[in-house]
């Protein structure tokens, strides 16, 4: 095992268990998390961006397979400038477009207690957009 998947291990071991009091995780064959927050799925992958700098990298799907509407793209951008965790973003795809939320940071060295924090922080925003975004007007979420 080379040094860069070491550390990358260490760090994804880490997120589980600082995870494991909050959810049920999953370990998927790729090494990454994967676990349900209310109705919105995430996953943790860890990756070294340079020597000495391994991040871990959470992706929550706020919603998926969305008719396309340039009203709702338009709201999302609206409520991404007013996020301090996470980056809010559209993708259209061909079944039509899907919300998610997505936070990278250095993470290691950090106790399981405030990387749980940390963590669940990005994942009560993607569940609280979802609501926000989907629910409060009406659209569903996917």
Known sequence: MTLEAATTARLLTAAKEALESYHEVHVDDDGALTFRHSDVPCAVQAMQ?????T???LTCVVAWDLPVSDELAQSVAERAGQGLFGTLGVVR?????DITLRYAFPAEGMDPAPLGTLLMLVVATASQLRTELFVDNGTGGE
């Open 49 to 53: 961006l340079a020597e000495g700098l």
């Open 55 to 57: 991040v871990l990298s």
């Open 93 to 97: 795809t061909e079944n039509g477009m």
